[in-house]
């Protein structure tokens, strides 16, 4: 047995790493949105952005004629 305990030690590290993988993929679906979810609102935000600046826009022109 050339290796020693290293072996031991990888599968713990590796065991640790899954672990926290877990965790935050655990913890993302609990409180986070899903893809869908959060490209609908994504768009609603992008259209109100650009209601909001062709109403600046109009109201530019108006003042300059």
Do not use: F, I, P, Y
């Amino acid at each position: 047995m050339t290796r020693g305990n290293q072996r031991d030690l990888a599968r713990a590290k590796n065991q640790k790493k899954q672990a926290e993988q877990a965790k935050k993929k655990a913890a993302s679906e609990k409180g986070g949105m899903s893809l869908s979810e959060r490209k609908h609102r994504d768009a609603e935000l992008m259209r109100e952005k650009q209601r909001k600046k062709e109403e600046q826009e109009g109201a530019q022109k108006q003042v300059v004629n």
